[in-house]
């Protein structure tokens, strides 16, 4: 066969030679296919990503609103956050004092609830909207419980100035 990584000729080369040839051809388009694909997504990453921008800048504007309980021990805490479902998020048995800021799409109402455990005690739950204070209410006793609604527009309104 001659010298270790040559080709034998293939006029006088054996079966065994021309079906490792064959491998090495498929091995070779394979590759090539496998390549092509990384490529192929690669610059679809890259075409891609104006449409990515346009999803966001389509998602609802949004205000920022602060939610603070204050107390000592435990309370469990629901509140609007980015959903624009609707959907709140509930921390259970959070260590007061507490605080959260979020994003909340405009248009939906921030609300923060808060209830105590079986210990009672007491807590008091605040809402600011853009920094501004909204609403303030007193959980005391045993499971006590305290809610603070604000209300947001439906329309971002440019700054007064």
């Not at 092509?36 to 104006?50: E, I, K, P, Q």
């Not at 107390?71 to 469990?76: R, Y």
């Not at 479902?85 to 004092?97: E, M, N």
């Not at 809402?127 to 209300?151: D, I, N, Y």
Request: contains cysteine; glycine residues 14%.
């Amino acid at each position: 066969m001659g010298n270790p990584g040559e080709f034998p000729d293939p006029a006088t080369g054996s079966a065994a030679d021309t079906a490792d040839r064959r491998s090495l051809r498929a091995g070779l388009v394979g590759g090539g296919a496998v390549l092509a694909a990384c490529a192929g997504l690669v610059l679809y990453g890259v075409l891609n990503t104006s449409g990515s921008d346009s999803q966001a800048e389509q998602r609802s504007p949004t205000a920022s609103v602060t939610y603070e309980v204050t107390g000592e021990g435990t309370a469990d805490i629901t509140y609007q956050g980015r959903s624009e479902t609707g959907q709140a998020t509930v921390v259970t048995a959070a260590t007061l004092p507490w605080r959260a800021t979020v994003k909340v799409p405009l248009g939906q109402d921030p609300v923060v609830s808060i209830v105590l455990d079986k210990k009672g005690g007491q807590a008091r739950c605040t809402l600011a909207v853009r920094g501004q204070h909204v609403q303030s209410a007193t959980a005391a006793g045993e499971f006590g419980r305290a809610t603070c609604t604000g209300t947001l527009p439906t329309q971002d309104k440019p700054p007064s100035g």
